[in-house]
């Protein structure tokens, strides 16, 4: 049976607070509030993804749809206008909305029936299909208006007027009416919310119009694509279809619904080919760190492996003076290493590919890798001779995955020896030693174990040091980043002491929705997540939830009580709410927990879908 997820609301106003996303595999997709007013300018039927320099560009911002039968005429979208009377949509009118195949479904009452929308993207192409069928007596009149403000997509909204001038990409199917030029400001909540320029105009030329009988259905396509819509639109689906065929028969329903959320985030760089991960939509590109942490949920447990050995080959032949890339610049440049710890989350995601051939493939790199860490390397990332402790730390650079930087100000520095970097470092020199049965890398990890249980229990606190040897001595930081010295496959934290580790975690890190950075307890601690950029940095690792940090609370668990339970309803529940079908980047530290950031994140879907997996 194929998936469906129906969203439901108490009041109309909700499906603005709705939001939907399909991606295209190539890093463009359609987004949008499920009550068709834009309040992002990410919000778009189209933006379409280009080679550097161009990058992602917005080629359609806005539709604004209405239907006719007879008298009575329905607003499907609208506009929040700030220079005249704002169209709105008939939110009373919108009687449903759905996934199916992870696809939007809208259902609108029209007369005496219902017209129905769906919309898909063309896999591989920058291309948006919406369809449109009819059930209900006499015809039905609609009227499509595109709506334009070319622009890339992280380019600021007040675009000039000779900009908007250029825009006029193509928009096929039903009857063409070319009209005066209409401009119009609009006025985007979300984005003045996160502290940036909201409004800017847009521009429309003319409309398309369809006129529909009862049962029937007809097409328009945005964007450059001669294809038969008709048969794009089941490509896509039947691509979904198949996709769902590598599910384990008898998963929840859950899994499928993860399982097609996840494809969206692995894409083939325009340009160049190179395979990859998206790690959010909509402002993300591709990082590596997001990528190894989530390449298990996205590719592995979804049956992909041919892509999983796609991507780390990808990643591995950039490497560069024993550093795998942190991400690759969207627009132009060379790929950016600006990470402790991507490299070591590639040996991880490697290991857990179990492909013995491609560790063979990859071994010289993997090699000069690990001698490269243990001389030295870029960022002050190196083995500390008197201990085997893998320290980091370069000023002004955020090196570890609390990489929140405003302007100057490096939030959460960490430098020193981190405690997830060092269990990640042990990981790495067990893996060589397994895939090599080279006594030099068991002895070097037999030193690190040694040298981290001694040096990041903190007796006093019953827990680990987030930091030893760092700029102020040892940070006694309660954060979650000692989880992975116990839930990684090789753990480095000795037995006797998982349980305090686990305890402390839980008793002031745990949420229904994921894990705090930061203990309440402790005076940097913020509550909240949100407000302008600032404030919003401040914030994203001093407190706030991040959801994909659940994985590593669930293996650490279970790695002490195979056991043990963890309720996930909370998050299941949240497919329908934010980003629908998705899992948002962070939550907010207090209750009720908003959901910020991105509403789809690569390793919050990827590690959900893991952990429901591999629980059973």
Partial sequence: MEPVLQVRVARPEEWLEREWLVANGLGGYAFGTVGGVPTRGYHAPLVAAHPAPRGRVVAVQHLLESARVGA??????????????????????????????????????????????????????????????????????????????????????????????AANPPVRGGTWRDEAAQTWRVRRETEIARGYGGEGPVVARGAAELQLEAGQRNFLILGEHA???????????QRRRELLARVPRGSAPAVAQLALAADAFIVRRPGDGLRTVVAGYPWFTDWGRDTFIALEGLALVTGRHDVAREILRAFAAHARDGLIPNFFPETAGEPVFNAADSTLWFFHALGRTGDHALVEELLPGLRAIIQRHLEGTRFGIGVDPRDGLLRQGAPGMQLTWMDAKAGDWVVTPRRGKAVEQNALWFQALRLMADWTSEDSFAR????????????????????LFDVVDG???????????????????????????????????????LTPYGLRT???????????????????????????????????????QRALDPEATLDLEPLLRHLETAGVGYVSEVFGGDSPHAPEGCPAQA?????????LTTRA
Avoid at 535 to 555: E, I, K, N, S
Avoid at 603 to 611: P, Q
């Fill in 72 to 165: 009575d005429e329905v607003a499907l979208s609208g506009f929040a206008r700030t220079d005249g009377p704002a169209p709105w949509p008939d939110l009373e009118r919108l009687e449903s909305f759905a996934l199916e195949l992870g696809l939007p479904v809208w259902r609108w009452r029209v007369g005496q029936g219902v017209l129905e929308k769906r919309l898909a993207m063309v896999h591989g192409a920058n291309a948006c299909v919406l369809a449109y069928t009819w059930s209900g007596p006499g015809s039905l009149k609609l009227r499509v208006q595109p709506w334009f403000c070319p622009r890339g997509q992280n380019d600021a909204l007040d675009i000039p007027a000779a900009q908007l001038d």
């Fill in 227 to 237: 294809g038969d819509p008709a048969q794009l639109f089941e490509a896509e689906s």
């Fill in 444 to 463: 070097e990890a037999a030193r690190v174990q040694k040298s981290f249980n001694s040096r990041f229990w903190c007796a006093a606190r019953g827990h």
């Fill in 471 to 509: 700029e102020h001595g040892d940070d006694v930081s309660l954060r979650p980043n000692q989880l992975f010295a116990i839930s990684l496959p090789h753990p480095v934290l000795e037995r006797a002491r998982w349980r305090n580790v686990l305890e402390a975690v839980r008793g002031a890190l």
């Fill in 518 to 556: 930061l203990s309440p307890d402790d005076a940097r601690y913020r509550g909240q997540h949100g407000g302008d950029v600032l404030a919003r940095d401040a914030a994203y690792h001093q407190g706030t939830v991040w959801p994909w940090l659940l994985g590593a609370y669930a293996d650490a």
């Fill in 603 to 611: 390793w919050s879907v990827a590690e959900l879908l893991r952990i």
